[in-house]
C-alpha cells in the first residue's frame, strides 16, 4: 500500500532532499545538486517565490520506505498574467513503479483541481530558471550544471500513461567555439561600436553587483512571452543572484550599455564544472569546493546560462558584440566548446545563433500537459 505525506517538518525536507541521491545512485549521468542550494529553493523563509504561490509537497511511503515525492505549485503572477488556469508539477522523483508514480501525479492533479485549476503541465517550477522537463533524448550525453536534470527513460513512459500530452520541447546544442572570429561577427561589432554600444568587461564578482538589478529589469522586460517565465520581484532576483554569481567567472558576464550607460543586452557563461559537482556529490565541505574549483581549470567547454537583448535593439547587431567578447575569453582560456543551456523549441532566434555554428542538439526535453 502506497501513502502519501505532505512535508511539513524539517525531516520531512531533509528526506524530500535527499531522495533524489538515492534514487539516482547508480544513474551514471545523473548530476548531484549542492545539497545547501537545495535548501535554499525549498525554504519559504529564503525563497520568496512561495510568496505568490500555492505549493504542495509530497512524500510517497512504500513498505515503511519513502520511494517517490512530488511538488505541486499554482503560479498566481504567472496564471493571471497569461490568463491561465494551470497547476504545474515538479521535482518529481520515483523508481520505476507505476503505482507510486501514479499516486503522486494523481495527488498533484486532484489538489490543482481543488484549487480551481482546469490543466496540469510541468514538469515546472516556479520559473522558467528552475528544472523544467523530462529528458526525451540524449540519455548517454553528460549532463551540464544548471540544466535540468537527466531523469529516467520510464517518466516519459509513466507521464503518457496518465494521458499526458506534449506541451513543448526544449533544445540543448553542443557547437565548437571558432578558432577565429567571424569576419562577419566582427564588421558588425565594429558598426555597433561607432553607434557607442559597448561590453563592460569584469574582473571581480563585486564589480557586477551593481548591474544585477539592471539585468533583472531586462530579463523582466524581454522574457515575458517564455512559456513557464513569471516577472522576479527585487528580493527573488536578489536571491537568484546571490545563489549563483559565487559560482561564477567574471570574465564570463558580458554587459553592454549604449552611450547613456543603460544596460541593454547581457550574456553570462561559466566552464562547464560538472565534474566537479559530481565528485562533490552534493556537498561543499570538506572537500566538495576543491573538486569544484579544479574542474574549472580542466574543462575545455563553455555553458551559456542567461542573456538576452532589449527588444527594441533585437537584430541590431548586439549579439555579434557579446559572442566577439566572449569569443575572445574562451580561447584566452583554452575552451573549444560550447554549450547552449536551455533553448525552447519555438526560439528561434536563439536557435539560429547556435545553428550558424558547427553544431548537434545532443539533449532533448519535454513539458507535458493535460486537461483536468
Not at 498574467?81 to 508539477?89: I, T
Not at 570538506?286 to 542573456?307: C, V
Request: hydrophobic residues 40%; aromatic residues 12%.
Amino acid at each position: 500500500m502506497i501513502q502519501l505525506k505532505e512535508v511539513k517538518s524539517k525531516k520531512d525536507l531533509k528526506t524530500f532532499i535527499q531522495l533524489p541521491f538515492k534514487i539516482h545512485k547508480n544513474h551514471k549521468e545523473w548530476l548531484p545538486p549542492l545539497i545547501s542550494d537545495e535548501w535554499k529553493v525549498f525554504d519559504k523563509t529564503k525563497n520568496h517565490s512561495f510568496k505568490h504561490c500555492d505549493t504542495l509537497i509530497l512524500l510517497a511511503e512504500k513498505n515503511n520506505e519513502i520511494v517517490g515525492r512530488v511538488m505541486g505549485i499554482i503560479n498566481h503572477t504567472y496564471n493571471t498574467g497569461n490568463n491561465e488556469k494551470n497547476v504545474r508539477f515538479c521535482f518529481l522523483e520515483c523508481y520505476d513503479d507505476a503505482k507510486v508514480y501514479d499516486s503522486l501525479i494523481s495527488a498533484v492533479e486532484k489538489w490543482g483541481q481543488e484549487k480551481g485549476m482546469n490543466t496540469i503541465v510541468g514538469p515546472l517550477g516556479f520559473s522558467d530558471k528552475d528544472p523544467q522537463g523530462f529528458l526525451l533524448e540524449g540519455f548517454n550525453d553528460p549532463m551540464t550544471v544548471m540544466v535540468t536534470n537527466p531523469s529516467f527513460e520510464y517518466m516519459i513512459s509513466h507521464t503518457k500513461r496518465n494521458g499526458f500530452k506534449k506541451k513543448l520541447d526544449i533544445f540543448q546544442y553542443r557547437a565548437q567555439i571558432p578558432e577565429k572570429t567571424p569576419e562577419i561577427y566582427t564588421k558588425i561589432a565594429d558598426r555597433v561600436k561607432r553607434r557607442g554600444f559597448k561590453v563592460l568587461e569584469f574582473k571581480k564578482s563585486k564589480h557586477v553587483r551593481p548591474y544585477v538589478k539592471p539585468v533583472f529589469d531586462l530579463i523582466n522586460a524581454t522574457y515575458k512571452d517564455i512559456y513557464g517565465f513569471a516577472p522576479l520581484e527585487d528580493i527573488e532576483s536578489k536571491e537568484f543572484s546571490e545563489r549563483f554569481l559565487p559560482l561564477l567567472k567574471p570574465q564570463y558576464i558580458k554587459i553592454v550599455v549604449d552611450d547613456k550607460s543603460k544596460v541593454v543586452a547581457f550574456v553570462v557563461a561559466m566552464p562547464d564544472i560538472s565534474n566537479g559537482f559530481k565528485k562533490a556529490n552534493g556537498k561543499l565541505f570538506p572537500f566538495g569546493f576543491i573538486y569544484i574549483l579544479k574542474a574549472f581549470k580542466q574543462t575545455n567547454q563553455l555553458n551559456l546560462l542567461l542573456g538576452c537583448v532589449s527588444e527594441e535593439l533585437q537584430n541590431s547587431g548586439l549579439i555579434a558584440l557579446m559572442a566577439q567578447s566572449m569569443y575572445k575569453s574562451a580561447k584566452e582560456n583554452g575552451l573549444t566548446v560550447l554549450d547552449s543551456h536551455l533553448i525552447l523549441e519555438d526560439n528561434k532566434k536563439m536557435r539560429a545563433v547556435m545553428e550558424r555554428m558547427e553544431h548537434e542538439i545532443y539533449k532533448k526535453y519535454r513539458i507535458f500537459e493535460k486537461i483536468l
